[in-house]
T-cell receptor, first 115, second 115 residues
Framework: GAVVSQHPSWVICKSGTSVKIECRSLDFQATTMFWYRQFPKQSLMLMATSNEGSKATYEQGVEKDKFLINHASLTLSTLTVTSAHPEDSSFYIC???????????FGPGTRLTVT | AQSVTQPDIHITVSEGASLELRCNYSYGATPYLFWYVQSPGQGLQLLLKYFSGDTLVQGIKGFEAEFKRSQSSFNLRKPSVHWSDAAEYFCAVGPIYNQGGKLIFGQGTELSVKP
């Protein structure tokens, strides 16, 4: 139980285009999902907290107009990287707060490469 | 402020040897504590969690961790390491309810296993 999926697992896009990443909780309802960014050999950096039906809360320094987050249902949150640039290339991971309310269950991650 | 420290960035152990990964935390109340493991290019998998009760918790893959309140520690142990245990390990504390329920992660410890 408590499986989280992400799609796509990897994506290559051209500079200036937008790309959408989906995060789904497959076997539980998640009122809260989180989006992280991870650079090689580093820990996870929380970008934003997403609550179903409301606006996402972004961490300090994260551009909300560049990283659009939508959490329209209890099983789906999306992250759209708008006008992507090479510096946005990274590993993006989502998580969903589990049924117990404490732990987070993580998706497998999405590798974004902007050329 | 809440924080998690993993003092060891990289640890190498021989296959079959015992393992202990250190984690120290700073948290104002009784913490919920977690250990996650991440294989290269993958998301994070929950190894074990401590919410309350018995301070020695058992997890998956033969791992265990002990919560020591007096030392603000939650060290991860395994009696006999397998080559497949080579990965990145993250300790986390939370959820931080007045900050959207996020988790605070340590910097991670990379485990290498010698044959």
């Amino acid at each position: 139980g408590a499986v989280v999926s992400q799609h796509p697992s990897w994506v290559i896009c051209k500079s200036g285009t937008s790309v959408k990443i989906e995060c789904r909780s497959l076997d539980f309802q998640a009122t809260t999902m989180f989006w992280y960014r991870q650079f090689p050999k580093q820990s996870l950096m929380l970008m934003a907290t997403s609550n179903e039906g409301s606006k996402a809360t972004y961490e300090q320094g994260v551009e909300k107009d560049k990283f659009l987050i939508n959490h329209a249902s209890l099983t789906l949150s999306t992250l759209t990287v708008t006008s992507a640039h090479p510096e946005d290339s990274s590993f993006y991971i989502c998580s969903a707060r589990g049924p117990g309310g404490g732990e987070q269950y993580f998706g497998p991650g999405t590798r974004l490469t902007v050329t | 402020a809440q924080s998690v420290t993993q003092p060891d960035i990289h640890i190498t152990v021989s296959e079959g040897a015992s393992l202990e990964l250190r984690c120290n935390y700073s948290y104002g109340a009784t913490p919920y504590l977690f250990w996650y493991v991440q294989s290269p290019g993958q998301g994070l998998q929950l190894l074990l969690k401590y919410f309350s009760g018995d301070t020695l918790v058992q997890g998956i893959k033969g791992f265990e961790a002990e919560f020591k309140r007096s030392q603000s520690s939650f060290n991860l142990r395994k009696p006999s390491v397998h080559w497949s245990d080579a990965a990145e390990y993250f300790c986390a504390v939370g959820p931080i309810y007045n900050q959207g329920g996020k988790l605070i992660f340590g910097q991670g410890t990379e485990l290498s296993v010698k044959p």
